[in-house]
């Protein structure tokens, strides 16, 4: 069992449902090519967890020092993401996000 999941459960006092797991897992897959994750596309459906638990463990999990970890959200949901994805980071992990704005347009 991954030590972040463990974390998690315990820290905020539930436990992940089967989907969650699911997503987790599927996103830190390694593919055994020489390239530490596999490039996957999950979809949650609102209110599945994913700023509060899933995105936090995947940002966890896959920042490992040499790399750059991004997650890109629709702009209308970026505040909230953030505070989310941010408070819980940093609860859990003693880790912050930083957040990062541009427009392609400018």
Do not use: M
């Not at 436990?15 to 797991?21: D, G, N, S, T, V």
């Amino acid at each position: 069992t991954d030590p972040a999941l463990i974390i998690i459960q315990h820290e905020e006092e539930l436990i992940l449902r089967k989907r969650q797991i699911s997503a987790i897992k599927s996103l830190l897959k390694n593919p055994g090519n020489g390239k530490p994750f596999h490039e996957t596309i999950e979809k949650v459906p609102p209110g599945g967890g994913k700023s509060k638990l899933i995105l936090p463990v995947i940002a966890e999990r896959k920042a490992r020092g040499d790399n750059l970890v991004v997650i890109e959200v629709p702009q209308s949901l970026l505040e909230t993401n953030f505070i989310d994805l941010n408070q819980t980071s940093q609860r859990l992990f003693g880790k912050s996000a930083s957040r990062f704005e541009f427009n392609r347009d400018s």
